[in-house]
């Protein structure tokens, strides 16, 4: 979803916005109006991201004349490929779009929740269960419209303040900036940010009296792991769910990172081919539930390992998948 949106909205001056229902606002610090506001007008400076958030920093309006010394955002490869665009022939001028002021404040925050997704698209196009639509000015691609869309409402937007993330290295990927929205600042670094320290996690991991699935899903210590993402890396790294974290051993645990970021980066790339061509669908678990797991979903089903049935155990009022001859407690 980041790398999807990251061209179209680079450079993108807010023209509207639209809140058709405000239970998707839950995590913004004021009423609707207020999120209206802010926002509109707003030039969007990228898309940032740490585990599932994904924030969209506001270029400072109150600068002036400072055009000339605005970043350059490449936007080589542009746009993503699957992202139709209002006019698809159109010639691209300039490769790149400089930015009004680099150093921005506050950014919308976005999270999907259990459902959510963004959706690019011409200013045509509505799609049902839309909860907020931003209208987009972009100084390249021209109108574009980002639907917010969340069947359960999970998700949500809001506008929040960046603060220091507390380290001198990039906050999220996608960004050089130090600076986080204030409600992701408690979030740990996802196993495939370049700045997630093995050693500290290893060492967080070993400190916490807690089981070992449950301390993956615990996005203060990691991020980015999901339930499916869990129970796949888990059974890659034959470590059953319920493992106590004091007696995974440490080369076991690294195991288990390993596995963690080839499920992450799978699933990011699955996720980049089954985009529809009409939109970017952000919903990246679409692609990777089609043909690659081995555990998740699968109670009942041969293990690819084993032969034996994949098991599915209540767990956290969700499941835990796993092979009872492939992952035992040690
Ligand atoms: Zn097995």
Redesign the pocket.
């Known amino acids: 979803m980041r790398a999807g949106l990251e061209p179209a909205v680079t450079g993108a001056v807010v023209a509207s916005v639209t809140v058709f229902d405000e239970r998707s606002l839950r995590r913004h610090d004021g009423p609707s109006e207020d999120f209206i506001d802010r926002l509109t007008g707003a030039t969007l400076e990228g898309a940032v991201r740490r585990g599932k958030f994904l924030w969209l920093p506001l270029a400072d309006t109150d600068v002036v004349g400072s055009r000339g010394t605005g970043v350059t955002q490449s936007l080589a490869g542009l746009p993503h490929p699957s992202v139709r665009l209002p006019h698809p022939s159109v010639h691209l001028p300039h490769p790149s779009v400089h930015l009004p002021h680099p150093s921005a404040h506050e950014a919308v925050v976005l999270h999907l929740g259990m459902s959510g997704q963004v959706l690019l698209r011409d200013r045509r196009t509505d799609d049902a269960l839309t909860r907020i639509r931003l209208e987009l000015d972009h100084p390249v691609l021209g109108p574009l419209r980002l639907n917010f869309v969340d069947q359960r409402i999970f998700g949500s937007m809001s506008i929040d303040a960046l603060v220091p993330s507390g380290d001198d290295r990039a906050a999220g990927l996608g960004s050089d900036s130090r600076l986080i929205p204030a409600q992701v600042a408690h979030i740990a670094r996802d196993p495939l940010d370049p700045a997630f320290d093995d050693r500290h996690f290893l060492a967080r991991l070993a400190g916490k009296n807690t089981t070992i699935k449950r301390a993956m899903l615990d996005q203060t210590l990691v991020s980015g792991i999901g339930n499916i993402y869990a129970d796949e890396a888990l059974w890659a790294a034959r470590i059953h769910y319920d493992q106590p974290t004091t007696t995974l051993s440490r080369p076991r645990a690294k195991a288990l990172l390993v596995e963690v970021r080839a499920v992450l980066s799978r699933a990011l790339g699955e996720g980049g081919t089954s985009f529809d061509a009409q939109y970017v669908n952000v919903n990246g678990a679409s692609g990777y539930f089609s043909h690659s797991l081995n555990a998740y979903g699968r109670q009942g089903a041969a293990?690819p390992?084993?032969?034996?049935p994949?098991v599915r155990d209540q767990f956290m009022n969700r499941g835990a998948h796993y092979?009872p001859?492939?992952?035992r407690v040690r």
């Not at 390992?305 to 034996?308: F, L, S, T, V, W």
Request: glycine share 10%; proline share 0%; hydrophobic share 10%.
């Open positions: 293990c390992r084993c032969g034996r994949i092979c001859y492939c992952q």
